[in-house]
C-alpha cells in the first residue's frame, strides 16, 4: 500500500474549503470582515491603554496631595493601604506588587529634627512598562495576523479557482476569468495588509499612553525622596565621627578638671607629709655612703698612681744602664777587630809586592827568551799594577784609620748618651712624679667638689621637696599609702644608682692603675731601644768581618791573577809564532790564487768578444722587428679608426630616426585638462 494514500484526502479536504471562496461576492464578506475585527481590536486596545493610563495617574495624583515632610511621616504605608482598598483588577495588581517592591527599599530617618526617606533604588527600576507589564503585549502579534488571514483566503480562492478550471480547455475566455477570480482575490491580500497599517498606527500612538503616565510617576516620587549614595553615606559617617569626637573631649576635659580640683584639695597634704617622713633617713643614708665611697676612692687612687709609677721609672733606669754597659763593650770589641784588621790588610800588601815582584822576574825571563816585542807592554802591564797595587794599600789604611775614629767617636757617643739617658731619667721620673701628684691632688679635690655638689643637690631637692610637701592637706593620707610605697621603691632604685655611680668611680680609679700600667710598659719600651740600640751595633761587627773576608778573597785574587798573566804570556808567545808560520803560508796561497784568477780573466776576456758580436747580430734583428711591429700596429689603427666612424655615423642615422618617432608620438599622448 503506498503511504501517499492519506494525501488525497487531505487534498481534497482543502479543494472542499477552497471552494467556498470561489464565489464572486465572497471577497468583499471577508474584507468587511477584517474591517470589522480591525475596529473592534482598535477599541479594545484603546480600552485597555486608557485604563492603565488611569490607574497610573490615580497613583501620582495620590502621591501628589503628600507634601515632602508629610510624605516622609507617613506615605508609604498610607498609599500601600489606599492600593489595597482600590477595586482589584489584574493591572491594579501589577501597581499594587510593585508598590510593595519600592516601599521595602526606602530608608525613613531624621535630621535637624526634619524627617526624611532615602531610597538605594530608583523609582524607574520598578515603575516601567515592562516591570508592570503594561507594554504592547499581544497586541504585537496582530498587525501580521491581519497580512497573514489576507494572504491565506487568496491563496485558497486562487486553488478553487485553478481547480475548477483544470478540466476546461485552455482558451482566451478562459485566461479572462482566471484574471478577473485573481484580481478579486488579491482584494483580501490587499485588506488585510491595509487594516495591519491602521492597527501599527493606533497601537504605536496608544503605547505612548502608559509611558508619559509612568515617567510623570517617577518624577513626583522623585521629589518626595532622597536619593542614598555612598558620598552621602560616608558624610553621615564623618559628621557623626565628628561629633563624637567633640563630645570626648568635652568628657575628658570635665574627668581632668574634677581630677586636678580633687588632687589639689585633697590629695596634696597627704603626699606631702609623706614624702618628708620617707625622704630624711634616705637623704641621711645617701650623703654619708657618697661621702665615705669617695674618701675611699680617692685615697686608693693617690697611692696606686705614685706607687705605680716610681717603680716602672726605677726599672727604666735600671735597664738603662745596662744598656749604656753593653754598649761601652761592643765599642771594645769593634777598637779590637780594627787593630786586627789593620795588621792583617799591611800582611796583604807584604804578600801581594812579594808575588808582584815574583811575577816582574818571571816575566822578564820568560820575555827575554821569547821576543824583545813583549817586554815593553810587560813593563807597562807592570808598572799599572805596581800603582794599582799602592792605590789599594793607601785606601786599605785610610779605610782601617777610618774604622779607628769612628770605634772612638762611637765610644764617645756612647758614654754621652748614657749620661744623658741618666740625667733625663732622673729628670722625667721627677717630673713625672710632680705631675703625678698634682693630678691626684686635682682628682681628690674634684671628686670632693663632686661630692659636695651632690650633697647640696640632694639637700635642695628635699628643701624643695619639703617645700613643696607643705602645700599639701592631710585628708587622704590612706588613701595614698600604695603610691608612697612607689615612691619608697624608687627611692631605693636611687640608692640603687648612687651606689652604681660609685662602683663606675672604682672604676675610674682601676682605668688611673691601668695608666700606671701604661707607664710600666713605657719602662719597658725604653729597655726595648736600648735592646735594639745593642742590636744596632751588630752590623758594624759584621761590617768588621765582611771587610776580613774581602781582603782575604782579594788576595786569593791577586795570586790567581799572576798565575793568569804568567800562562797568558806562555801562551801569547806561541800563538805570535804559529801566527808567523800560518802569515807565510796565507801569502803563499794568496799569490797561487791570484795568479789562477788572472788566467780566468783572460779566459772570460775571450769569450766576451764573441758574444759582443752576438750581440750586434740580435740588436740589428731587434731594430726590424720593431720596424715591422710599428707598422703592423699602424695599419690596425687605421682600420679601427674607419670602423669606428661608420659606425657613428650608423648610430647618428638612428638617433634621428628615433628622434622623429618620438615626435610624431607625441601628437597621440592624452593632454589633461586643467581648470
Not at 589639689?264 to 606631702?272: F, G, H, N, R, Y
Not at 797568558?568 to 801566527?579: C, D, F, K, L, P
Request: hydrophobic share 40%; aromatic share 6%.
Amino acid at each position: 500500500m503506498s503511504i501517499f494514500f492519506i494525501g488525497t484526502p487531505i487534498e481534497n479536504l482543502i479543494l472542499l474549503v477552497s471552494g467556498i471562496f470561489k464565489e464572486d461576492g465572497f471577497p468583499g464578506i471577508v474584507v468587511f470582515l477584517m474591517v470589522v475585527a480591525c475596529f473592534i481590536l482598535i477599541f479594545q486596545m484603546n480600552r485597555e491603554f486608557h485604563h492603565q493610563k488611569k490607574l497610573i495617574n490615580k497613583l501620582s495624583d495620590k502621591i501628589k496631595d503628600f507634601s515632602k515632610a508629610s510624605f516622609a511621616k507617613e506615605g508609604p504605608p498610607s498609599i500601600g493601604i489606599w492600593l489595597r482598598d482600590q477595586k482589584v483588577s489584574y493591572d491594579q495588581k501589577k501597581i499594587l506588587s510593585a508598590w510593595d517592591k519600592f516601599e521595602k527599599t526606602l530608608i525613613s530617618t531624621s535630621y535637624s529634627d526634619n524627617s526624611y526617606i532615602l531610597t538605594t533604588v530608583q523609582p524607574d527600576y520598578f515603575f516601567n512598562t515592562d516591570a508592570l507589564s503594561f507594554g504592547l503585549g499581544r497586541w504585537r502579534i496582530i498587525p501580521g495576523l491581519f497580512v497573514s488571514i489576507g494572504l491565506a483566503c487568496t491563496f485558497l480562492g486562487l486553488i478553487a479557482a485553478l481547480h475548477q478550471m483544470a478540466d476546461q480547455q485552455i482558451t482566451s475566455e478562459t485566461m479572462q476569468a482566471l484574471m478577473k477570480i485573481a484580481s478579486a482575490k488579491f482584494i483580501m491580500s490587499l485588506a488585510g495588509l491595509v487594516c495591519s497599517i491602521v492597527f501599527m498606527i493606533f497601537m504605536t500612538r496608544m503605547k505612548s499612553l502608559p509611558e508619559h503616565a509612568l515617567h510623570d510617576l517617577v518624577s513626583n516620587l522623585d521629589e518626595h525622596l532622597s536619593p542614598l549614595s555612598l558620598e552621602k553615606l560616608g558624610q553621615e559617617q564623618l559628621d557623626v565621627q565628628q561629633q563624637i569626637l567633640n563630645v570626648q573631649k568635652t568628657m575628658a576635659n570635665d574627668f581632668v578638671a574634677e581630677l586636678g580640683r580633687s588632687l589639689k584639695e585633697d590629695v596634696t597634704p597627704a603626699i606631702s607629709n609623706s614624702i618628708s617622713e620617707v625622704m630624711h633617713p634616705i637623704i641621711s643614708k645617701v650623703s654619708q655612703h657618697s661621702t665615705d665611697s669617695i674618701t675611699t676612692m680617692a685615697t686608693n687612687l693617690s697611692q696606686q698612681i705614685s706607687g705605680g709609677v716610681e717603680h716602672a721609672l726605677t726599672v727604666a733606669s735600671e735597664r738603662i744602664a745596662m744598656a749604656g754597659d753593653r754598649i761601652a763593650q761592643l765599642v771594645e770589641r769593634m777598637d779590637l777587630s780594627s787593630g786586627r784588621m789593620g795588621s792583617e790588610i799591611e800582611n796583604t800588601i807584604v804578600r801581594v809586592s812579594q808575588a808582584v815582584d815574583d811575577l816582574r822576574n818571571t816575566i822578564n825571563e820568560e820575555a827575554i827568551s821569547t821576543s824583545g816585542v813583549f817586554v815593553h807592554g810587560a813593563e807597562q802591564l807592570l808598572a799599572t799594577m805596581n800603582t794599582t797595587l799602592e792605590s789599594i794599600r793607601d785606601n786599605t789604611g785610610i779605610g782601617a784609620r777610618a774604622i779607628s775614629d769612628a770605634a772612638t767617636n762611637m765610644a764617645t757617643a756612647s758614654k754621652t748618651m748614657r749620661a744623658e739617658m741618666e740625667e733625663a731619667t732622673q729628670s722625667g721620673s721627677k717630673a713625672a712624679y710632680l705631675q703625678i701628684s698634682e693630678a691626684g691632688n686635682s682628682v681628690s679635690m674634684a671628686i670632693d667638689s663632686a661630692g659636695q655638689s651632690v650633697l647640696s643637690a640632694f639637700g635642695n631637692t628635699a628643701n624643695k621637696v619639703a617645700e613643696l610637701a607643705g602645700d599639701v592637706g592631710e585628708k587622704a593620707g590612706r588613701e595614698l599609702l600604695e603610691p608612697i610605697s612607689l615612691i619608697a621603691e624608687k627611692l631605693e632604685r636611687l640608692l640603687s644608682m648612687i651606689d652604681s655611680g660609685v662602683l663606675a668611680m672604682r672604676d675610674m680609679s682601676n682605668s688611673v692603675q691601668a695608666g700606671a700600667h701604661a707607664g710600666e710598659i713605657a719602662a719597658n719600651s725604653f729597655q726595648g731601644a736600648s735592646s735594639d740600640l745593642v742590636n744596632a751595633t751588630q752590623p758594624i761587627r759584621s761590617t768588621t768581618e765582611q771587610i776580613e773576608n774581602i781582603l782575604r778573597i782579594l788576595s786569593q785574587n791577586i795570586e790567581s791573577f799572576t798565575t793568569i798573566i804568567t800562562r797568558s804570556a806562555e801562551t801569547t808567545a806561541i800563538s805570535s809564532a804559529n801566527v808567523l808560520k800560518s802569515a807565510k803560508e796565507t801569502l803563499g796561497g794568496e799569490q797561487r790564487s791570484i795568479e789562477i784568477a788572472l788566467q780566468g780573466v783572460e779566459k772570460i776576456a775571450n769569450r766576451m768578444q764573441g758574444q759582443a758580436q752576438k750581440l750586434d747580430d740580435i740588436d740589428l734583428k731587434l731594430g726590424h722587428a720593431f720596424e715591422v711591429y710599428a707598422m703592423q700596429t699602424g695599419e690596425a689603427m687605421d682600420s679601427m679608426r674607419t670602423h669606428v666612424v661608420q659606425m657613428a655615423n650608423e648610430l647618428n642615422k638612428a638617433l634621428d630616426t628615433l628622434k622623429t618617432i618620438v615626435d610624431q608620438l607625441q601628437d597621440f599622448v592624452p593632454q589633461q585638462g586643467h581648470d
